[in-house]
């Protein structure tokens, strides 16, 4: 796997994991809708950009797992997205 595109993915993975997890304490505290969701909008945006950048990974076992991980990660999102923004990252 290239260097450069696989510090890309882990920059782009942290930020997401962080914005998910802001939006899960966010929820949980029942803080304001408005910031809640622009953390939605913003980590739609970073979980995007995560999957164009995976995709420009090549076919091997290593890209495999790191294209399961984006896919878990958006799916992740679409859950809180879908159920109000009340189930938080494990």
């Known amino acids: 796997m290239d260097t450069q595109l696989a510090t890309e993915i882990a920059r782009i993975e942290a930020a ?24 939605v909008s913003h980590a739609r945006e970073l979980a995007d950009k995560l999957q ?24 992740h999102l679409t859950v809180l997205e879908r159920d109000g923004l009340s189930v938080q990252l494990h």
Do not use: K, P
């Open 16 to 39: 997401l994991r962080n914005t998910l997890d802001d939006i899960s304490l966010r929820t949980a505290a029942g803080a304001g809708r408005e910031r809640t969701r622009e953390l």
């Open 52 to 75: 164009q950048t995976v995709d420009r990974l090549d076919h091997d076992d290593d890209s495999e797992g790191v294209r399961r991980m984006a896919s878990y990660l958006a799916a």
